[in-house]
Structure formats: C-alpha cells, structure tokens
C-alpha cells in the first residue's frame, strides 16, 4: 500500500522560503509521475507542480516562477520550495501520486498524503 | 488556463436521494476529468477518472457521465458517509485545475 508522509515547518514568516518534503513508502518515485497541491482554509485545491522521472517537472505559472520541486531517488522523496512567502500562500499543502504516463493515459490522482499545514506570519 | 465551474456549491438531500453535480470546462477535455471527493478534515480521495471510469474500492453509488465541456458526478442512493464536498478537475492540459467544489450535505 502506497502511503505518502508530509513534513514542513509549520510556520513560516513573511519573505522567506518554504522548504518542504514527502516521504514516499510502498512505491518508487521512478514509477508514475508525483504533485503537490495545496488548499487555503475553506477554500478550493490547486496544482502546484508535477514531477516525472521520465517525464520531467511541469509548475503552475501562477506561482510566478517562486517555485521549485525535485525527486530524490535515493531517499524515495518529493520536495517543494517556494521563496518568497507571503500570507497568501498560508495552506495545508498536498503531496500525491498523479496516475499518468503523459500522452498515454491519464488516471487521476491517485493517492494523497494526509497534507501539512504552512502558516505565514510574522 | 482551463476554468472549471461546478454547480450547485451546495446541496442538502436526504439519505436515499439520488445527487447530481454538474461540472462545466471552458475548453474541450477530451476524457480527462476527474472527480475527487474530500471529507471534513481530510485529504482528498480519487471517486472517477476519465469521466467515468469507477476508482477502485469505490462504491458503485458513484458514477460520471459527460463528454467534451459539460459532465455530471451523479451518487445514487445518498449515505451519510458521503457528507463531503466534491471536485472535478481537469487533467487535459497545464496547469491541472479543480472546480470550486460542491458541498454536500445531509438533511
């Protein structure tokens, strides 16, 4: 059973980075292609980036360029950086499977972690 | 970026109701919508993918329906475990974006 694992600071002030990883347990990130998608409090979902190790890393171009993602092979893991900080970008913050090989099928998103919630505040 | 409206943002029905949630694309799909539902609290869970393909150890109740900009997440027989607000979101091109999500409540 695949499970992924969310840690992050908690919070985070203004103007700084955001550094955050997923732990990934009973699948390899060489398979399938992985996200992260965040939520604000009483709010809709929205995809930050998703990263293939075949097929390369595709970000939201609304986070302005503020972001960076990476697969360790070696640790099994996704990681998230988004410089910058502001309280907009305060939310509980998603990693997750995308079940997809691009050009060929497409099978939603598949398996989520249990999401860490990023609080900007000075 | 594609828009993708979803109706009602709320509903109330009574266990047993059949529900229908609409989902509305500002472009074309093809069969790449997906649906999502998220309890209170919790992360999301995948319900339907390709508009109507049935996510495994999902109940049948759930089912989808459409095709090109306008598809339809139906439950039948409403359960109180589904108290829950529900996305779709389009998988046809970047950046992948969610509905604003219909919350569904029981009476």
């Known amino acids: 059973q695949v499970q992924l694992q969310e840690s992050g600071p908690g919070p985070v002030k203004p103007s700084e980075t955001l550094s955050l990883t997923c732990t990934v347990s009973?699948?390899?990130?060489?398979?399938?292609?992985w996200a992260w998608i965040r939520q604000p409090a009483g709010k809709g979902l929205e995809w930050i980036v998703r990263m293939c190790r075949s097929g390369g890393t595709t970000y939201n171009p609304s986070l302005n360029g503020r972001v960076s993602a990476t697969l360790d092979t070696s640790k099994n893991q996704l990681s998230l950086r988004l410089t910058s900080v502001t309280a907009a970008d305060t939310a509980v913050y998603y990693c997750?499977?995308?079940?997809?090989?691009?050009?060929?099928?497409?099978?939603?998103?598949?398996?989520w972690g249990q999401g860490t919630t990023v609080t900007v505040s000075s | 970026d594609i828009q993708m409206t979803q109706s009602p943002s709320s509903l109330s029905a009574s266990v047993g109701d059949r529900v229908t949630i609409t989902c509305r694309a500002s472009?074309?799909?093809?069969?790449?919508l997906a649906w999502y539902q998220q309890r209170p609290g919790r992360a999301p869970k995948l319900l339907i993918y390709?508009?109507?393909s049935l996510q495994s150890g999902v109940p049948s109740r759930f089912s989808g329906s459409g095709s090109g900009t306008d598809f339809t997440l139906t439950i039948n027989s409403l359960q109180p475990e589904d108290l829950a607000t529900y996305y779709c979101?389009?998988?046809?091109?970047?950046?992948?974006?969610f509905g604003g999500g219909t919350k569904v409540e029981i009476k």
């Open positions: 472009q074309h799909l093809d069969r790449w």
């Open positions: 997750a499977r995308e079940n997809v090989v691009p050009g060929h099928y497409n099978s939603g998103i598949d398996v």
């Open positions: 390709a508009v109507s």
């Open positions: 009973g699948d390899s990130i060489s398979s399938f292609c």
């Open positions: 979101q389009q998988a046809v091109s970047f950046p992948l974006t």
